[in-house]
């Protein structure tokens, strides 16, 4: 088991390979299996993973230095990374025997999900059966598992939204991952037909938020699983968008050096450029100390098995995706001040702009729907159960 000291120097070690693998894996549409490689030789993927099976249990603080800076090699290898793991702490959350279905024969064992509600479910004795086709999962070429999401109802005929894990076995995979952002994240769907699930590898997302899951409590020592799942899964959005954007600052700031220096008279002739690096630099600078802020409070909550109000939750998930919302303008920023260069499809900084704006699509990072959820919170009205 890796410290979380030894795997972020670890990481490092591996980033040039890992950008160097960039355009292939826009190329290929999905991460080579070079990168995930190098990622389970350090063992990253394993940083949400119980001890009991082998895992590091990071603390989410650690863990985010971990994909803000992977981030800045690859987006679509970070976007992917930071799902899997985070998965892993949602898995912790089910019950003792889904657990060891998934990681008692195979520890290294990940997943990837499709959460939406969406698809057919069947009550059957002991679980139920699922039709679907469950679009969005991303990394799912690497997963031996998969969380999906669906309505079932209540005998009131109320929906409950609840998640289910599912093997490899179970699904099948179609490859129709064609994007302008996040190319490289193999966001594929998964094929469902009439697959019966457990009702032991079945959860509430209610109780899952409320630390009332059937795994809640397995490991009374935890630091990072006495917490609802939203405030980790959440959180690899918003550090991918960081990272982008430090990355986008750092060739933005190169390449108005290299002008400057390549221009002996003065960098007058810059002044615009030199204002929108300044402004976008300190955008980005607020954005990291929002985020730090949220993921420093959510490692301390968890340390002090101090569960979150929904006030608190709201305004985490919100924050992270205020910071997302900062971090998109401020690569705009720079994008727009690039020049024509920026528009070959070998420009690393036209990915990262594309990259960037795919931070902001997804639900958990998308800003006007994070401000209704806590827009509704300040108002003291209930949570719309369509928004999650």
């Not at 299996?33 to 590091?56: D, S, T, V, Y």
């Not at 405030?231 to 002008?259: E, H, K, M, N, W």
């Not at 528009?343 to 931070?359: G, I, P, V």
Request: aromatic letters at 10%.
């Amino acid at each position: 088991m890796s410290t979380a000291h030894s795997l972020f120097e670890a990481l490092k070690n591996i980033l040039p390979e890992i950008a160097g693998n960039a355009l292939r894996t826009e190329y290929i549409r999905r991460i080579p299996e070079e990168n995930m490689q190098l990622i389970k030789r350090i063992g990253l993927h394993r940083a949400f993973q119980p001890k009991k099976f082998g895992g590091a249990e990071m603390s989410l603080f650690q863990f985010t230095e971990c994909i803000v800076l992977l981030a800045g090699a690859c987006a679509s290898t970070a976007w992917v990374v930071s799902l899997l793991c985070s998965h892993s702490h949602l898995l912790a959350l089910f019950s003792a025997r889904t657990q060891h279905d998934v990681w008692g024969s195979d520890p290294d064992a990940v997943a990837c999900s499709s959460i939406a509600p969406h698809g057919l479910v069947e009550e059957v004795d002991g679980g139920i059966l699922f039709t679907g086709e469950k679009g969005w999962s991303s990394g799912c070429d690497h997963a031996q598992w998969s969380i999906i999401g669906f309505h079932r109802m209540t005998t009131d005929g109320s929906p409950q939204f609840s998640l289910a894990v599912l093997p490899r076995s179970d699904y099948g995979i179609r490859d129709e991952w064609f994007a302008a952002g996040m190319k490289g994240s193999g966001t594929k769907t998964l094929l469902i037909d009439r697959v019966f699930i457990p009702e032991y590898r079945i959860q509430r997302v209610e109780l899952l938020m409320q630390g009332q899951s059937d795994g809640f409590g397995i490991y009374p020592d935890s630091e990072i699983f006495y917490s609802p799942f939203r405030p980790y899964f959440a959180s690899g959005f918003s550090c991918v968008s960081l990272g982008i954007a430090q990355r986008a600052l750092v060739l933005f700031q190169d390449s108005t050096a290299q002008r400057i220096k390549t221009n002996d008279s003065s960098a007058n002739g810059l002044t615009p450029r030199l204002m929108r690096l300044a402004e976008s630099n300190q955008q980005v600078a607020s954005a990291e100390a929002l985020l730090k802020k949220i993921w420093r409070e959510t490692t301390q909550y968890s340390a002090q098995h101090r569960y979150p109000s929904r006030m608190t939750l709201a305004l985490w998930r919100t924050g992270q995706a205020y910071a997302i919302k900062m971090c998109i303008e401020a690569v705009d920023r720079l994008f727009t001040a690039s020049g024509g260069q920026v528009w070959l499809e070998c420009s690393e900084m036209q990915r990262l702009f594309r990259d960037s704006h795919m931070t902001g699509a997804h639900i958990y990072g998308n800003y006007d729907s994070c401000m209704q959820i806590l827009g509704r919170e300040l108002a003291g009205l209930d949570p719309d159960p369509n928004i999650f």
